[in-house]
């Protein structure tokens, strides 16, 4: 008996052992598995991009409204653009219409408060006045001014730099651009833009990895079908100095 006891005591205790073995091979390889997920995923990120998405935002309150960390503000702002689109383009208001209505309105209301007072005998009292600071007009004249600058300044090197396969992505963009705007007016092209700016970076970062990988697929994709292009016809176009000579 007690040999029994010893040979069911040692047996029991190989299988113990194996069995632990066997479930730390699984956690590690399972904890490997989900490391080299994780480095996958890094270096993966669309356009190689290192950051978070708030970071490549801004980082301040728009990317906060972008990204509808405060669901309040960015709802106000969407329904607003929402509202005025409608206005101008569902009710075919005028921006002059509704210009001259709000300054109506904003002079019925301050008679009203300064009249109001002696209706009721009170002493009058002083009406606040709206006065929009200088500084304003300045900041956004500057940014504009520095974006089209910017802009032109993009499309003149693309011209000139002899570069076909970005010369020709660039043309086919704006090709794009005048097609779409052929379809509706400005407005609805800025409103849709504004929508997309408030949608599609949340929609981003929840299913970044999703987007990721398809975006992937689809740039495979496209190079495959660029380097059929570039075999048959790219190549044999002669390539010729585009850069403009500096002037004596």
Known sequence: MPEKSTAENLLDNIVETLADSVSKHKSVSFLGEEKSNQVTNQLNRLFGRQKPVHNLLGGGKSADVLLWRNKKISATVLIGATAIWVLFEWLNYHFLTLLFFALVLGMVAQFIWTNASGLL?????????????????????VKIGAEVNHALGFLQDVACGGNIKQFLLVVASLWAAAVVGSWCNFLTVFYVGFVAAHTLPVLYERYEDEVDSCVYA??????HNYQKLDAGFLSKIPKGKLKGKKLE
């Open 218 to 223: 689809v740039l495979e994709q496209f190079q």
């Open 121 to 141: 005998n009170r002493s009058q009292s002083k009406v606040p006045r709206l006065v929009l600071p200088k500084d304003i007009f300045v900041e956004i004249a």
